[in-house]
């Protein structure tokens, strides 16, 4: 399962907009152009579905910068933000989950839906359906007759009853949502020592930040030392310097916390250099490996601006990085059975040039984000009869700066 469609209507500058996504989804649009109220949007509806829920309720102070700042011809502002979301496989449409919020003084649910593809059926049908009030319908799930109950008007019900519908589709749309990750690596935090037990029973999911790298990287040596080598070996490949990366617990000294560092030849195993002493180009690149290799929480991994402080020949490998979480994950579907997808914004034409539209059309795809004279962000389909002609002629990083000079 991915997420195949993605519609937002009223949110900031997301006007109304409706995208079609692959496994890699790349958006590329100078400063400005609405690229990270993307990632703020999705960021928002994970948060209403499956975050903490006073980061949820912390959203109603937020109320008159969520909402559309353009107003209608009688100079009223919109009160309602809506989103919709698709979910596929192998191009076979799963399920669909719509969500309409109304924002005033605070955030209330307005209308709800989930609809799924049950077997033997044609088309989608109905798991609930809200209208105000708190009232949902359920349908399609064994004994197969609608029961009513209520829930807050200001709590989504897949929220509250997510993890309990009977109906795995159902289950499996919630723990989608639970699994976008917007990823922003703070790379002091990310070089700090972090709290862990010297023998953890599982993996913990890589905070959003990487504040936990230390923690995530010493779980992963410690139960799936597989992934582990994959990841340090993916690092040396595109770095090349850093020979060996090693993990360590401070039990021995009394401590509860991991570290990491790196073994690089010219100094050898007496010398290891810790993540202060790396560059930050380092740090970055290990955290996205972590990420996209390491962390099987993950069902939609969204990297604002990756090439961000990487010398040009790692962006060459940052792509192939790209390129392979996609595919092995394909392969590999994660522990919830979804492949892992990747949302990838930026602003520069040199990382695209690292990409080829024609060759890699089955799992990319390209927007290149504007706005209009509106002010609303508009995502063009690098494929669009308006963006073809400049591919005809140039590679896709240099089309891409020549339509924005």
């Known amino acids: 399962m991915y997420l195949s469609r993605l519609q937002i209507q009223r949110f900031r500058s997301l006007y109304d907009v409706d995208l079609a996504l692959k496994p890699l ?17 999705l960021r928002f509806l994970h948060d209403a579905v499956a975050g903490d829920r006073l980061e949820w309720q912390a959203y109603d102070s937020q109320i008159d910068h969520l909402l559309w700042y353009g107003v209608d011809e009688y100079g009223n502002r ?10 596929s496989a192998s191009d076979a449409l799963l399920g669909r989950y719509s969500a309409d919020l109304f924002c005033r003084d605070y955030i209330v649910v307005d209308r709800e839906a989930l609809d799924v593809a049950l077997p033997k059926r044609q088309g989608l049908s109905t798991c609930f359906r809200r209208l105000g009030g708190g009232i949902v319908y359920e349908a399609g799930a064994p004994p197969n007759k609608p029961f009513m109950f209520g829930t807050s008007p200001r709590t989504l019900t897949l929220r509250a009853v997510g993890p309990d519908l009977p109906l795995p589709q159902a289950q499996a749309i919630y723990r989608h949502i639970a699994g976008w990750r917007i990823f922003d690596v ?21 905070a959003e930040d990487a504040s936990n790298l230390s923690a995530f990287l010493y779980a992963l040596w410690r139960l799936r030392p597989d992934d582990f080598d994959a990841i340090a070996e993916l690092l040396s490949d ?13 039990a021995e000294r ?7 560092s790196f073994r690089e030849a010219p100094f050898g195993e007496a010398r290891p250099v810790p993540p202060q002493s790396a560059s930050d180009g380092t740090i970055r690149l290990l955290a996205y490996l972590a990420l996209l290799f390491g962390d099987r929480s993950v069902s939609l991994a969204c990297l604002e601006e990756p090439d961000h402080g990487l010398h040009p020949r790692l962006m060459l490998h ?8 996609v595919s092995q994950a394909q392969d590999d579907p994660n522990e919830d059975g979804f492949t892992p997808q990747v949302l990838v914004t930026t602003h520069n034409p040199e990382f695209m040039d690292c990409f080829d539209l024609s060759e890699e ?16 962000t508009q995502f063009i389909p690098a494929t669009s009869g308006t963006f073809t002609p400049w591919l005809e002629r140039y590679r896709l990083g240099e089309a891409v700066r020549r339509r924005f000079m």
């Open 238 to 250: 595109c770095i090349g310097l850093p020979e060996k990366l090693l993990v360590e617990h401070d």
């Open 186 to 206: 703070a790379l002091d935090r990310a070089r700090r020592e972090a709290f862990i037990p010297e023998y953890p029973e599982e993996v913990p999911p890589l």
């Open 78 to 87: 919109p009160r309602m933000i809506k989103f919709t979301g698709e979910f």
């Open 254 to 260: 009394g401590g509860q916390s991991a570290r990491y």
């Open 361 to 376: 059309r089955d799992y990319l795809q390209v927007y290149l984000a504007e706005r209009d004279e509106l002010g609303r």
């Open 25 to 41: 989804t790349i958006i590329i649009g100078p400063n400005a152009s609405g690229k990270s109220n993307l990632f703020k949007a």
């Open 318 to 325: 940052l792509a192939d990085v790209l390129r392979q979480a």
